[in-house]
């Protein structure tokens, strides 16, 4: 079945999405980097991997389609944050509107009953709901932490042991600090 031809736009940008999210994530961890919070940047690296990987998964299905893959530019992403508490609550809206993409993509495959589409967008959906979930859970307990560098730096240690998600090997090639 061919693909619908405003869904393969759709899911190419897509792509582009998740790529512009992967340098997002780069970014954050990047600014961790130049912080004593070698735990954020390992977290922040990690999430890069893996939205790559999700813009990997939807070259795949488009390629396995038959479909047209036509990639953009990627954005400069910001590169200036005020706090640890301040990237994640960023990271919160991102992950927000990522999964409102994806729902709309979902809206668009059930407008034309395009029912493998619907299945890899449940697959992603559900992925959004689990980021949105950690991201939340972390962010709720830096609140905790406030200011406290002891707080904040228990929490960094628990980030840096974050493992590899969905996204699928996520974790590889990163050496272990
Ligand atoms: Fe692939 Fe977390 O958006």
Known sequence: MTLNSKLTKLLNEQINNEMSSSYVYLAMA????????????????TQSREETMHALKFY???ADRDAKVELEPIAKPKADF?????VFQQSL???EKVTQQINDLYEVAEQVKDHASKNLLLWFL???MEEEKIVRDMLDRLKLAGNDPAS???????AGSRPAGGGG????GRTAR
């Open 30 to 45: 990047a600014w961790f980097e130049q912080t004593p919070y070698a735990g954020f940047a390992q977290w922040m690296f």
């Open 60 to 62: 795949q299905y488009l």
């Open 82 to 86: 005020k706090s640890p508490l301040d």
């Open 93 to 95: 809206k991102q992950e």
């Open 126 to 128: 559900n992925e959004q």
């Open 152 to 158: 904040l730096l228990v929490l960094d240690r628990e």
């Open 169 to 172: 090997g996520a974790d590889a």
